[in-house]
């Protein structure tokens, strides 16, 4: 069973979160924080990708560079695109998460049939953050996906801004699990 509850925090006291205990006792709990309940401005699709589209490649030996263009942007906006800009990515980062998309690393791997879990997430980083059009490319071509590139820092732009915006650690699981193999329907064959 799924429950949603929508509530201002001021209505939040112990009373509320003991009957929370009790009757989902067994249940996970997930907090959502909207910092502005009554806007309806929300962190597109579209909105990730016009920030994705300022990294700032001119200096390809330094990760912080590449990334700080994103970390400003979206330490400008309310912490809700923070969040919404990690669970894009994750969404991003799990569509690839295939093994269409790992056989160019299979076919590449000096130990046959061994996938390093790793380098295949950063490389679906790299995808991404070469933008909408090239991410669409590789998302419908899996046999052009990139075996050299990589680009791990990606995966660090939300706690990145969450840090410097509020100070404090950014505690939040993304909307997918991007991990590789978790993207079960990806990897049936």
């Known amino acids: ?36 309940p009554d806007s309806t401005v929300v962190f597109s699709v579209e909105d990730f990708w016009q920030t994705i589209a300022q990294l700032n490649w001119s200096n390809e030996e330094d990760d912080a560079s590449i990334i700080a263009p994103v970390i400003q942007i979206l330490m400008q906006q309310p912490l809700a695109y923070i969040y919404r800009f990690a669970d894009i990515l994750s969404e991003k980062l799990w569509q ?15 130990e046959e ?3 390093s879990v790793d380098d295949f997430l950063y490389a679906r980083c790299a995808v991404v ?40 650690e950014f505690n939040a699981l993304p ?15």
């Open 1 to 36: 069973m799924t429950a949603v509850l929508k509530m201002n925090i001021e209505e939040l006291d112990t009373k509320f979160v003991e009957n929370l205990k009790h009757d989902f006792a067994h249940a996970e709990l997930e907090i959502r924080v909207h910092d502005q």
């Open 96 to 110: 690839l998460d295939t093994k269409d998309h790992a056989q160019v690393f299979l076919e590449d791997a000096e």
């Open 113 to 115: 049939g061994y996938l």
């Open 129 to 168: 953050a070469n933008g909408r059009d090239y991410y669409e490319k590789i998302r419908q071509n899996p046999a052009e996906m990139p075996i050299d590139a990589t680009f791990e820092p990606l995966l660090y732009v939300a706690i990145s801004a969450y840090k410097r915006k509020t100070g404090k």
């Open 175 to 189: 909307a997918f699990n991007y991990e590789t193999y978790s993207n079960k329907e990806g990897w049936k064959k």
